[in-house]
């Protein structure tokens, strides 16, 4: 391969960096850590940093609040790179959410505490996608922010 064609192969190519961890709070600055390691290999301004920061914990907190209850299990985080984009996938095997943005009503809440999280993402985020795995179990929340 000649060291044109090796250029032109790496700008085509993206880097998608894949984190689990446990659905648990205290496990969301993991998250965000990979985030920042990314912004080191495609610098980001601190504003968009910071929102994307704020999107991926809105994402993450649903997972780890709504998911799996008592049980526990795990949250699975991608992020993929590309020259013009950052996609950000979150995606849980629990009970999942309501993808019209409320999160489920149990006993004693209130209505207006769920919903919110997804209105933030939305607001930072140019596309996203809320639905299924695809596999019948979980949820799987997809945000893109062009860059």
């Known amino acids: 391969?000649?060291?044109?064609?090796?250029?032109?192969?790496?700008?085509?190519?993206?880097?998608?960096?894949?984190?689990?961890?446990?659905?648990?709070?205290?496990?969301?600055?993991?998250?965000?850590?990979?985030?920042?390691?990314?912004?080191?290999?495609?610098?980001?301004?601190?504003?968009?940093?910071?929102?994307?920061?704020?999107?991926?914990?809105?994402?993450?907190?649903?997972?780890?609040?709504?998911?799996?209850?008592?049980?526990?299990?795990?949250?699975?985080?991608?992020f993929e790179l590309r020259e013009d984009r950052l996609v950000v996938e979150v995606a849980d095997e629990g009970a999942g959410f309501d993808a019209t943005g409320a999160a489920p009503r149990r006993d004693g809440e209130e209505l207006a505490e769920g919903g919110l999280g997804i209105a933030i993402i939305r607001s930072i985020a140019d596309e996203v996608e809320i639905g299924g795995r695809g596999d019948g179990r979980g949820s799987r929340l997809r945000f893109v922010k062009l860059l």
Do not use: F, Q
């Not at 980001?44 to 609040?65: F, H, I, Q």
């Open 1 to 78: 391969m000649s060291e044109r064609s090796a250029a032109a192969h790496t700008a085509d190519e993206s880097r998608t960096v894949r984190l689990t961890i446990p659905a648990k709070p205290e496990y969301i600055t993991l998250s965000r850590l990979a985030l920042t390691g990314l912004a080191r290999v495609r610098p980001l301004s601190d504003d968009t940093l910071a929102d994307l920061k704020l999107a991926l914990t809105e994402a993450c907190s649903n997972s780890v609040r709504h998911a799996y209850g008592e049980a526990g299990g795990h949250v699975e985080i991608s």
